[in-house]
T-cell receptor
Framework: GAVVSQHPSRVICKSGTSVKIECRSL??????MFWYRQFPKQSLMLMAT?????????EQGVEKDKFLINHASLTLSTLTVTSAHPEDSSFYIC???????????FGPGTRLTVT | AQKVTQAQTEISVVEKEDVTLDCVYE???????LFWYKQPPSGELVFLIR??????QNEISGRYSWNFQKSTSSFNFTITASQVVDSAVYFC???????????????FGAGTRLFVKA
């Protein structure tokens, strides 16, 4: 079956530093990848949609300069949280859509803690 | 604009009881997909079902069943003879056309936290 991995699964960083999270589709190509954020006991909120080779489309209220998304290949998208602050602590989940389908496969998530 | 409402924040049942999780959606599109996901404490989403807007047939998979009613814009999920392992947060989600790119994007309901007691 289609598998999406995320790395790292957990990361703790100090306030002011930047953190990069990778999302990979392991056995399929994905033209579109999505990044979600989930605060404790809340729903998944879509942050941005990234298409391979083009700029990401950010949802309203998401700072594109703070959450840098790069989708350099059909199997890899990265989310960089720049100058992280404690309020950025959250569970970040990516998903990937295979070419020419309406399926969506989710990664296991990355738990970010900013101290 | 698309919207998914899961009015039940938390539900607590005793093992072997049946439980229904409600989901109501809003969309202007005629082509859309509806999903249910389970999120156990580990956090990883588990896909349960996908339904497209043209298929109103109800579905049963083991102890799980889904009732899709376009007339009421609902896509309810029933667990029969619940078990402790069913304890999790369940999300209903809707995908509709993201017109800017021609792709689809998915939004989630607030989720229903299900507690099944032994």
């Amino acid at each position: 079956g289609a598998v999406v991995s995320q790395h790292p699964s957990r990361v703790i960083c100090k306030s002011g530093t930047s953190v990069k999270i990778e999302c990979r589709s392991l056995d399929f190509q994905a033209t579109t990848m999505f990044w979600y954020r989930q605060f404790p006991k809340q729903s998944l909120m879509l942050m941005a949609t990234s298409n391979e080779g083009s700029k990401a489309t950010y949802e309203q209220g998401v700072e594109k300069d703070k959450f840098l998304i790069n989708h350099a290949s059909l199997t890899l998208s990265t989310l960089t949280v720049t100058s992280a602050h404690p309020e950025d602590s959250s569970f970040y989940i990516c998903s990937a859509r295979p070419l020419d389908t309406y399926e969506q496969y989710f990664g296991p998530g990355t738990r970010l803690t900013v101290t | 604009a698309q919207k998914v409402t899961q009015a039940q924040t938390e539900i607590s049942v005793v093992e072997k009881e049946d439980v229904t999780l409600d989901c109501v959606y809003e969309t202007r599109d005629t082509t859309y997909y509806l999903f249910w996901y389970k999120q156990p404490p580990s956090g990883e989403l588990v896909f349960l079902i996908r339904r497209n807007s043209f298929d109103e047939q109800n579905e049963i998979s083991g102890r799980y069943s889904w009732n899709f009613q376009k007339s009421t814009s609902s896509f309810n999920f029933t667990i029969t003879a619940s078990q402790v392992v069913d304890s999790a947060v369940y999300f209903c989600a809707l995908s509709e056309a993201f017109r800017a790119t021609g792709g689809f994007k998915t939004i989630f309901g607030a989720g229903t936290r299900l507690f099944v007691k032994a």
